[in-house]
Every structure is written in structure tokens, then in C-alpha cells.
């Protein structure tokens, strides 16, 4: 036998290889939990035939589990993983705020101050109340006044979105007085990201990128389908099972974010005050919190603050945001007491997000109770055109 094939040098060898395959596994060991929801949602991709679902889950500021199901693409076949951005719809506010708050950080925006001073010549007009009431964060919290408001421009038609000084001129009316009455209203997002833009001088694609994008280290998050995201990005489909033409919006600020399950989930995981080695600090801890208390439409403590929604579900508080519009359904929950993030994201109009993200918190949290068949709300489709939330 040589000195390189001793029975020392095997063992070792066998132990080597022992060891790597142990290390190898470990992913596979820690996602085992979750295979009961990774079923489900292989399940109710083939019933429904619905293209595809992402899924990320952090807790104790570690990403624990995150995968990607069916196809972002059909006609491409590109499958889905959790690095492909979808379309978040209305995830697309606490992101946006969450660049408004650099500005408030920097002192150039206070919240409390009336939303017309950040203005130009289009302003806000009060039918009922008095406009200056309409502060910054009365707009972020929906309680400006403004009404509930969408507006898509399809790539397949020949309408183009205005300016923003023609929007607010047009549909900038406060139809319930300031802090009155909590109407979601998506036109007081489109003004926040004009605000953006005008006290940042920087466009809001541009300031996002720069400000909170990569800094928070979101590398496959953009306004809209940023450059080089293109051959990655999940296709909308509709009810119909055809891809929906591209389109955008006239309040940006509140619908059109593009991102992956990933980096939603390293969001959520900033905001949980994990920040990672590669992230900096974009925000204080007291700005933070500032974002997650509720001021609008508050009851029972449950309510809605600058971009997230803050209730009680299970017994535990959850800071969180929904999107739902043609060919786009997505889910954020983040849990503080647990210190846990799950994101869920499709490129269809589904409650599958919902129930995915649903089963993962009734794996992660011993409160968490799924409902039982019989209680679950019945799923009622998004329209593929028109209609956003």
C-alpha cells in the first residue's frame, strides 16, 4: 500500500467527504420544515394553473428559507426563483415612504407640515376642510382627504401618463377634510414620490435607487423593470391565463416597485432593525418606528402609519403591507416580537400568496392558527385592467 492510499489518509478522506456533504445539506435540513407549505403551493400551482409564487422567510436576521415555483415566464420558460422581480403593486408604498424618510432624516421634509408646501404651482384643493391640513403624513397614512384613486397606462394603448402637475390639477381634490376619515387613497402616492422629486431634484427612480435600493443592498429591486432586469423579470399574467400588457401609473409612488422575494425579505429584515453586513443605515431606529405607528384609521390600536399597516392578528403585532392588481398579488408580513419576515409574491391575480405566507407563519409561530376551510374568505380575482390596492 503507497503512504497516499493509507488507511490513515482514507478515513480521513471519508470523514472529509463526510463533512462536506453534511455542509451541502444544510439548506435542504433547514427548509425541512417547510416542506408541508413548499407542497401546498405545488399543489395549487397545478390546480389553478397559476405561473408561478416566490416565497422568503427571515427570522432572528437570518433568511431561512426562500425558493421559487412555476414559471416568471411561460413563453420564455423562465422559471421563477427568489431572485426574480415581480410587479409588488401597493408593497410599492412602505419602499416609497421609506425614501421619504431619508428626506425627513436630512430634515429636508417634516411630516407634519402641510404637503403643499413641497409642492409647485399644482396644489392640493380642499372641497371640504381646509387644505393645509392635508400634512405629509396625512397623505402617507391616508387620511389627507383624498379619494381612492387608479389610473393605468397600457403599453398596448395610446394614452401616456401625464405629468404630475397635471394629475394633482386634475384629481388633486380633498373630498373628506383633513384626518377626518381613512380612505386608501393611491394618488396621495403619487404625490409623496413628486415630493420626492422635488425636494431631492433627482427623479424618484433615480433617488430610490441611490437612496434606498442600493444601500439596503436590493440588487434585483427597481421603479418599474430597471436596466439589465428585463431578462429576469416575471411576465403579469391575467385570469385568463395570457400575459398582460405592460403598464405603468400616474401615482407611481404607490404601485409601481418591482422587486424579488430576496430582497423584500432583506427590506422587511432592515425594518425589523437586522441590518446586514452589507446594508447601511439609511434610517434610525426611532424613524423606523415612527413608519410602523399607527395614525390613520386607528382602532382598537390597529391602524395605519407612514406606509404600513399595524394590526393585531394571532396575538401578535404585525407591521405589514399587501398589493394586489392585474397579473400581481403579493404579501409582506414582518413580526417583531419574533423578530420574523415572510414575503410572498405572484405574477397573477391570487389568494395563493396569501395562504402561502399564511402556512408559513403557523410553522414559525406557535400562535399562529390556519383558519379552518370553512371560515377562509372566499378569493375574489383583481380585474386585470383598472384596478389597483
Not at 408580513?333 to 400568496?353: C, D, Q, R, T, Y
Amino acid at each position: 500500500m503507497t503512504k497516499a492510499s493509507s488507511p490513515h489518509r482514507l478515513r480521513l478522506a471519508g470523514v472529509g467527504l463526510l463533512l462536506l456533504g453534511a455542509w451541502a445539506a444544510l439548506p435542504a435540513m433547514a427548509a425541512d420544515k417547510f416542506e408541508p407549505v413548499r407542497e401546498y403551493i405545488r399543489e395549487q400551482l397545478r390546480e389553478k394553473s397559476l405561473p408561478s409564487v416566490a416565497v422568503a422567510v427571515a427570522q432572528d436576521g437570518k433568511i431561512v428559507w426562500e425558493e421559487g415555483f412555476g414559471w416568471a415566464d411561460r413563453e420564455r420558460r423562465l422559471p421563477a426563483d427568489a431572485h426574480t422581480p415581480y410587479s409588488l403593486a401597493s408593497i410599492s408604498k412602505p419602499i416609497t415612504t421609506t425614501g421619504l424618510m431619508r428626506l425627513v432624516q436630512d430634515g429636508k421634509v417634516d411630516l407634519d407640515r402641510p404637503a403643499n408646501d413641497y409642492l409647485g404651482a399644482a396644489k392640493l384643493v380642499a372641497r371640504v376642510g381646509d387644505e393645509r391640513q392635508a400634512t405629509v403624513r396625512r397623505v402617507a397614512d391616508h387620511t389627507a382627504g383624498l379619494p381612492l384613486y387608479f389610473q393605468f397606462f397600457y403599453e398596448d394603448e395610446p394614452y401616456r401618463r401625464p405629468s404630475m402637475d397635471e394629475t394633482i390639477l386634475r384629481y388633486g381634490n380633498l373630498v373628506t377634510a383633513p384626518g377626518e376619515r381613512h380612505v386608501y387613497s393611491n394618488l396621495g402616492y403619487g404625490v409623496l414620490d413628486y415630493i420626492i422629486e422635488r425636494v431631492s431634484g433627482k427623479s424618484y427612480t433615480d433617488f430610490m435607487r441611490e437612496e434606498v435600493f442600493v444601500p439596503l443592498g436590493m440588487t434585483r429591486t427597481s421603479i418599474d423593470i430597471g436596466p439589465g432586469l428585463a431578462p429576469f423579470a416575471a411576465t403579469r399574467y391575467g385570469q385568463d391565463g395570457l400575459p398582460i400588457p405592460f403598464y405603468d401609473f400616474d401615482h407611481p409612488g404607490g404601485s409601481a416597485v418591482f422587486s424579488s422575494a430576496h430582497d423584500l425579505v432583506r427590506f422587511g429584515m432592515f425594518h425589523l432593525k437586522n441590518r446586514l453586513k452589507d446594508q447601511k443605515q439609511i434610517l434610525s431606529p426611532a424613524l423606523i418606528d415612527e413608519m410602523h405607528r399607527p395614525t390613520g384609521g386607528v382602532k382598537d390600536g390597529n391602524g395605519y402609519g407612514v406606509g404600513f399597516s399595524n394590526d393585531l392578528r394571532h396575538g401578535y403585532r404585525v407591521i405589514s403591507h399587501t398589493g394586489g392588481m392585474g397579473g400581481v398579488s403579493t404579501v409582506m408580513w414582518l413580526i417583531p416580537e419574533k423578530n420574523i419576515a415572510i414575503v410572498a409574491l405572484a405574477n397573477a391575480s391570487s389568494g395563493l400568496p396569501f395562504e402561502a405566507a399564511d402556512r408559513i407563519a403557523s410553522v414559525v409561530l406557535p400562535k399562529w392558527k390556519l383558519p379552518e376551510p370553512t371560515e377562509r374568505q372566499p378569493w375574489t380575482p383583481t380585474p386585470d385592467r383598472k384596478s389597483v390596492v
